[in-house]
């Protein structure tokens, strides 16, 4: 059984940054494709990014050229790096693991809030 555990959540001003961290544990980390999601309240959950077990990334449009999101094999470890925060991007963050061939094989970190304010 896959398990997600995030970091690094809390209440930034905007303009500030912030690093999310998710480990996998309990699986192949490597046949996972992994992203980040989030929600905001009353909004649907949507993408923010995704990275493949080979490295390739999307980054929605609304966070690009200020989120990146990188996966580190040897740490089991996915990071969200989010630069110049705005308010829009007040959320909570979801942490998402999908296996490469198997679509029922999904799961869910608990989530962080990420809280952008003055």
């Known amino acids: 059984q896959v398990e997600l555990v995030e970091f690094g959540g809390g209440l930034v001003q905007p303009g500030e940054d912030l690093r999310l961290s998710c480990v996998f544990v309990g699986s192949t980390f490597s046949l996972y494709d992994m992203g980040w999601f989030r929600q905001a309240p009353e909004k649907e959950r949507e993408l923010v990014a995704g990275?493949?077990?080979?490295?390739?990334?999307y980054v929605a449009d609304s966070v690009k050229g200020r989120f990146t999101l990188s996966r580190d094999h040897a740490k089991n470890t996915v990071y969200l790096q989010m630069n110049s925060l705005k308010p829009e991007d007040t959320a909570r963050y979801y942490c998402?693991?999908?296996?490469?061939?198997?679509?029922?094989?999904?799961?869910w970190g608990q989530g962080t809030q990420v809280t952008v304010s003055s």
């Open positions: 998402g693991a999908q296996h490469i061939s198997r679509p029922d094989y999904k799961f």
């Open positions: 990275i493949s077990t080979g490295g390739s990334t």
